[in-house]
């Protein structure tokens, strides 16, 4: 069974950073669709940045952290990690993380436990 341990958040003034990292195990990592999304309260979760399975794995982010944050994956480690810049006070959620893979018998999602990141002005 797939298990995601996220790491990294905290509290920063605006205009600070922090890294997030997710470490991933219970499965073969690189075959897996990693992402990083976020949730506030009586919101929807929002995607925040994916990166495709492989050694070289296409990236994508959501338009309100394009140029701030980074998404990287370690396939030998099996972490997936997000470095935020320059960070906004809108930033404040919970960031969750999430692997997916997709076979012939169907996809499959599994997520992690959160972790709090607060922006404070």
């Known amino acids: 069974q797939v298990q995601l341990v996220e790491s990294g958040g905290g509290l920063v003034q605006a205009g600070g950073s922090l890294r997030l990292s997710c470490a991933f195990s219970?499965?073969?990592?690189?075959?897996?669709?990693m992402g990083w999304y976020r949730q506030t309260p009586g919101k929807q979760r929002e995607l925040v940045a994916t990166?495709?399975?492989?050694?070289?794995?296409?990236?994508a982010y959501g338009e309100s952290v394009k140029g701030r944050f980074t998404i990287s994956r370690d396939n030998v480690k099996n972490t997936v990690s997000l470095q935020m810049n320059s960070l906004k006070v809108e930033d404040t959620a919970v960031y969750f993380c999430?692997?997916?893979?997709?076979?012939?018998?169907?996809?499959?999602?599994?997520w992690g436990q959160g972790t709090q990141v607060t922006v404070s002005s």
């Open positions: 999430n692997a997916k893979v997709t076979t012939i018998r169907g996809s499959n999602d599994y």
């Open positions: 219970g499965s073969t990592f690189i075959i897996y669709d």
């Open positions: 990166i495709r399975s492989g050694v070289i794995g296409a990236r």
